[in-house]
């Protein structure tokens, strides 16, 4: 993604993510999961959608404890 600022915008711009809800496994390709947002003075917010890839499966039991403990680790 490549957005051109005039000179000096840079530092005043704002990107956020905005999740979209119930999003959840499995997810086909393509599929919308959240919106990126940029926000500059005087400008209306730019909302572009964030898109999957690649297919997502379901994690399976094994594969959810390992996140869940990898989550508590960092």
């Not at 999740?19 to 499995?26: F, I, L, S």
């Not at 003075?41 to 690649?54: C, D, H, K, N, S």
Request: proline share 14%.
């Amino acid at each position: 993604l490549f957005i051109t600022l005039p000179r000096g915008f840079a530092m005043e711009r704002k990107i956020s993510v905005a999740p979209r809800p119930g999003v959840q496994a499995p997810l086909a390709a393509g599929a919308v999961i959240a919106d990126l947002v940029v926000t500059m003075p005087g400008q209306p917010p730019a909302r572009l959608p964030l898109v999957t890839a690649a297919p997502v499966p379901q994690a399976n039991m094994l594969q959810r404890a390992w996140n869940w403990l990898t989550g508590l680790i960092g």
